[in-house]
């Protein structure tokens, strides 16, 4: 498919799919038409592309008729619904949620990593991985290229806007009550089990069996599908935190071979989705501001581990709502 003619996004009122809205504008994708698709609740509604104005319609199981590719976005019970019509519409869908990551016959794909698996999908379904495994895995995969890895123990620090609108008026909301004076009250809590204004929280999604959470478990199956190495070891905390956008990974990297850290920055000189900013000694490192709605993750702080042997401490922060989901998304439509 040399040139998309037919681009549906599914969930277009969502934050992702406004952000895919905008990514599909500023990468000027080659498209002659675009349908918009939400909820009941949502048809009529108006969005501006390119300069006109197109109405959101009602998703239902006909509307991908005609249509090259969806772009899902609304949730993993949606995906499981209107997905496989839309497949057997003959349309290819590059799916947001989590429904078909760990089916072996969808790929799941990180455009700078393994671009290749896009080109192969036996069900016309294309995942998009979780943000914290995407930017993690930014800055880990050009690191396996030079050293081979081995084993990954990392503790994550997720914006509240990974939630949704719900997340970041929930922390806007406490923020405003603290700033007044006044307490935060039980009907305040609805978003996240304990306070998030002015605390951290390690719970993101379900906890598991075994203690971990799902979104912790996300790292491991989905790195290892990812890179095609299914004897990876993750240890992984997701912690949320009181800021808006923008997730930040604090990981230790164990590797097969001896490291260098010289070695380890001249790795992203030139590597596309990913930028170096790691001078300690100039206060120069990444933070969640210098990444918010921009498309590069960022890593810094780049050292050797003190405790593990052939292991490098690294920090990495990206938009989850871009590079962790919208941009991932417009970018294997870029491969088709």
Known sequence: MAQAKHIAIVGATGAVGEEMLACLAERNFPMGELTLLASARSAGQKRTFRGEEITIQELTHDSFIGI????????GGISLEYGP??????????????????????PLVVPEINPEAARS???????????????SLMALYPLHKKFGLQSIIASSYQAVSGSGAAGIAELEAQTKAIANGEEITADMINCYPKQIASNVIPHVDVFLEGGYTKEEQKMLHESRKILGLPEL??????????????HSVSIT????????????????????????KDDAENEV???????????????????????????????????????GAALNAVQIAEIL
């Open 68 to 75: 090259d590719v969806a772009l899902f976005s609304a949730g």
């Open 85 to 106: 019509s839309a497949a057997a519409a003959g349309c290819v869908v590059i799916d947001n949620s989590s429904a078909f990551r760990m089916d072996p016959d969808v």
């Open 121 to 135: 999908a036996p069900k016309k379904i294309i995942a998009n991985p979780n943000c914290t495994t995407i930017i």
């Open 233 to 246: 070891k993750v240890t992984c905390t997701c912690v949320r935190v009181p800021v808006y956008r923008s």
């Open 253 to 276: 990297a164990i590797f097969d071979n001896p490291v260098d850290v010289k070695e380890a920055q001249a790795v992203f000189a030139d590597y596309p989705g990913i930028q170096l």
């Open 285 to 323: 490192y990444p933070t969640p501001l210098d990444t918010t709605c921009k498309d590069d993750c960022l890593v810094g702080r780049i050292r050797k581990d003190q405790v593990l042997k052939n292991a490098l401490a690294i920090w990495v922060v990206g938009d989850q709502v871009r590079k």
